[in-house]
């Protein structure tokens, strides 16, 4: 089934609020005998769903980063496509790729196990 796609989208909703948006495309791209599936999502958090997440990652076991940065597809992304931070987001980026990469060496030992 060449050039086949599916796009969709779902809302979620937590105790009656709107928490996120997401777009979501599925492609089937098929050769002799096999499809291949890529699934693509794209997700908008909406205000508070990040505080709300964390309690749930938390509960899963799952590591979470302080640090959270709003960004502005105007204002952040040229053509809305290339990621290209106001001078304002740089501290907070760097901030919060700095807790990713420690988060990750912190649990180096327990994916190698």
Known sequence: MPDRRIVYVYESTVNDLLRWTSLVTV???GEAG??????????????RAVEHLRLIAAGL???TVRTQLNLSLINDFESFTTFVPTD??????????????E??????PLRAA
């Open 27 to 29: 492609q089937l791209d």
């Open 34 to 47: 096999s499809t291949d599936l890529v699934w693509t999502e794209q997700v908008a958090f909406l205000a």
């Open 61 to 63: 076991q799952i590591a």
């Open 88 to 101: 304002r987001h740089t501290a907070t980026l760097h901030q919060m790729l700095t807790e990713v990469i």
């Open 103 to 108: 988060w990750s060496g912190a649990l180096a």
